[in-house]
């Protein structure tokens, strides 16, 4: 938040003229000099900003770059075998068709979006111009959502064009705090997730004034805006679900037929192949999809699943390193998790929404109640670089590796804790997608060393099947 000073005097008080004699003149000049000199004294400290961009030590003694950390795990070795890909494989095509397959909405799902609705006006917290949301903006939101009307059975549709997850029909912000470290902007609570062009979807309802749609999407529930989605028939869905599938490995790809753009794709966006082209759904005008094809270029698109190598895994994190962080995928950039996601979708594993979730995508081992020495050994000895997910509460990234003989990882991070001068807590803003040690920001006085990653990280897991 910020402030701008007046640069005139306050209104309404008028300027007095005072007439100094010789001797009135020096007592004048003294009694300014003091009150100045007072004025000064009195100044309060303008307190420190509790989110603040700043630099860590890692990210200039470590290199920028997975593949120096790929060359030294193997390379182009094999991570798993070719039966374990398959099935890796199978468990992605289930998931990515699940909503085309999904039943009835349940009342529990219902109830989750209608309680955010519900909210009290002490709980609704702060719209974009960072003051409460009124009584009036929330009643027309919920009105709006027309929740009383969902119907229990869907309609499979699918995206087509990239799009936010919301957990309110609107893009308006919900700011749980407006001041606090790592409270306020970015963290836009109605913020669910994001979705890529060509993702399956079961479209529960529409808000009344037809402008969002509740959906059931591969990895969570939400509102999506309508015009960014097309209703799909059975003999769509069999083409979709046919067709051999392909992840776009390279950012912001132009898809384009005829000279046509179509839709903007980014890395993780999968969708269906044919040939040197792709399938790419395409709203018509009466919101049916239509199947339109895209040729691509030479290694913007990869036949899903690609080889788990450790130079294969480097090649397309690389192509996101150094991106800005973006809470649940908002402004089209990636958080942890979703940069998690976006990173194996090409190998063909598949990965939850959040960070949670992810920690038991695969075989999990715990750090819990270890001191730091012991989790750092333990991360060393049994973690595989390259296949490997570090996490604690609300975080997670990969590990790659050892640099000057301590655990290294890639991770997409927006700040790491701190204490200010007048003990309140802070957060030092990286914001970006990079690779760091287990404790970035340890060299720092301001860091607080309880909150370093390494010690709040409670255990590692490592992907695919052997």
């Not at 909405?105 to 974009?128: C, I, K, P, Q």
Request: proline share 5%.
């Amino acid at each position: 938040m910020s402030m701008r000073e007046k640069e005139s005097g306050l209104p309404g008080m008028k300027r007095r003229v005072v007439r100094f004699g010789a001797r009135g003149a020096a007592l004048g000049l003294a009694l300014a000099g003091a009150v100045f000199a007072a004025g000064c004294a009195s100044e309060p400290r303008v307190p420190e900003m509790q989110n603040a961009a700043g630099e860590v030590a890692d990210l200039s003694r470590i290199p920028q770059n997975l593949a120096v950390f790929a060359g030294k795990a193997g390379g182009d070795a094999l991570l798993r075998s070719g039966a374990a890909a398959a099935e890796d494989m199978r468990k992605f095509h289930e998931h990515f068709f699940a909503p085309w397959d999904a039943g009835k909405m349940s009342r529990n799902t219902l109830r989750e979006f209608e309680t955010v609705l519900n909210w009290a006006s002490d709980r609704r917290g702060y719209a974009e111009n960072l003051r409460p949301w009124s009584d009036a903006a929330w009643e027309n939101l919920r009105r709006n959502a027309g929740l009383d009307t969902v119907s229990e059975q869907g309609r499979p549709a699918i995206v087509t064009s990239h799009a936010d997850l919301r957990l309110a029909p609107t893009v308006k912000p919900r700011f749980a705090r407006v001041e606090g470290a790592g409270q306020g902007w970015p963290f836009d609570d109605f913020q669910q997730s994001s979705v890529h062009v060509g993702m399956p979807l079961m479209v529960y309802h529409a808000s009344r004034d037809g402008a969002w749609l509740l959906v059931r999407a591969p990895m969570a529930w939400g509102w999506v805006e309508a015009g960014s989605v097309a209703f799909v028939d059975e003999a769509f869905e069999q083409i979709w679900k046919s067709a051999p599938l392909g992840c776009v490995v390279r950012e912001g790809v132009s898809l384009r037929s005829s000279g046509t753009f179509l839709a903007l794709a980014n890395i993780g966006a999968v969708l269906p192949m044919s040939g040197g082209s792709v399938l790419v759904p395409v709203r018509g005008a009466d919101g049916r999809a239509i199947i339109a094809h895209a040729p691509v270029e030479s290694g913007e698109v990869l036949t899903m699943p690609q080889p788990l190598t450790a130079q294969a895994v480097a090649a397309v994190g690389d192509r996101m390193m150094g991106e800005n962080y973006g809470w649940g995928g908002m402004y089209g950039n990636r958080d942890c998790s979703a940069m998690m996601r976006d990173l194996f979708a090409p190998f063909g594993i598949w990965l939850p929404r959040n960070s949670a979730a992810q920690a038991k995508a695969g075989e999990f081992h715990s750090l819990q109640d270890m001191s730091v020495k012991a989790r750092i050994e333990a991360i060393t000895r049994g973690a595989e670089p390259f296949r490997t997910l570090l996490w604690l509460p609300g975080h997670i990234g990969l590990y790659v590796g050892q640099f000057e003989g301590e655990p290294v990882f890639f991770h997409d991070i927006w700040g790491i804790r701190s204490r200010l001068r007048d003990g309140r807590e802070g957060r030092v803003i990286l914001g970006r997608a990079v690779v760091t040690s287990v404790a970035p920001g340890s060299e720092r006085r301001d860091v607080d060393a309880k909150g370093l990653l390494i010690e709040r990280m409670r255990g590692y897991t490592i992907l695919g099947g052997r």
